[in-house]
């Protein structure tokens, strides 16, 4: 059956680190995968998109990798700081539609 | 975001009542979609629609049923409210010629949150 994993447990990081999030999938062959932040009480926010051709996509301090062979892909953020502390969702095409995972916490402490 | 807007923010209801939850957007998107959230599984998709006349189900259509007034106006029913419809729902739209030129960026509204007692 098809399947999106990301972290369950919350990811607790220093102020400073670099914060890297993991999204597995299976069964599943998207042409894209979209990265988006959700914090509490309010709806997601779209942060980067990757391209099944794309290896690694740039924005500011994050950046994301997509490998197709693994049917993985990492965010990490660099430098990050409090307010980065969210959760993060990842989420896969499937027949056109966006399909998410469950979102992994971040926090970062200072 | 204020671009997407979801009425009641919450509320809470008994089991049979019939329920709307309405969405707007201001963006002129054409897709517009209805997800809700439980903790732990992530955002599912119960609804979805690409223009005015076109509706489609999504993963976890039963026990729920929509309206697309117009291009702006999406909204989602419970006819028959239960106990397990109890979650956070999100309206979402998107369009062709966002910054990710068609990729699907999706933009949500803030969200309502429903419990059914």
């Known amino acids: 059956s098809q399947k999106i994993e990301q972290n369950s447990e919350a990811l607790n990081i220093q102020e400073g680190k670099t914060a890297t999030l993991t999204c597995n999938y299976t069964n599943y062959s998207p042409a894209y995968l979209q990265w988006y932040r959700q914090d509490p009480g309010r709806g997601p926010v779209f942060l980067l998109l990757i391209r099944e051709n794309e290896k690694e996509k740039r924005k500011e301090r994050l950046k994301v990798t997509f490998d197709t062979t693994l049917k993985q892909s990492l965010f990490h953020i660099t430098a990050s700081q409090p307010a980065d502390s969210a959760t993060y969702l990842c989420?896969?095409?499937?027949?056109?539609?966006?399909?998410f995972g469950a979102g992994t916490i971040l926090r970062v402490k200072s | 975001d204020a671009d997407v807007t979801q009425t009641p923010r919450n509320r809470i209801t008994k089991t049979g009542k019939r329920i709307m939850l309405e969405c707007s957007q201001t963006k002129g998107h054409d897709r517009m979609y209805w997800y809700r959230q439980d903790p732990g599984l992530g955002l599912r998709l119960i609804y979805y629609?690409?223009?005015?006349?076109?509706?489609n189900k999504g993963e976890i259509s039963d026990g729920y049923s929509v309206s697309r007034q117009a291009q702006a106006k999406f909204s989602l029913s419970l006819e028959s409210a239960i106990p397990n419809q109890t979650a956070l729902y999100f309206c979402?739209?998107?369009?062709?010629?966002?910054?990710?030129?068609?990729?699907?960026?999706?933009?949500f509204g803030p969200g309502t949150r429903l419990t059914v007692l």
């Open positions: 989420a896969l095409e499937g027949a056109g539609k966006l399909v």
């Open positions: 629609s690409f223009d005015v006349k076109d509706i």
């Open positions: 979402a739209t998107s369009d062709l010629s966002g910054e990710t030129g068609g990729y699907n960026e999706q933009f």
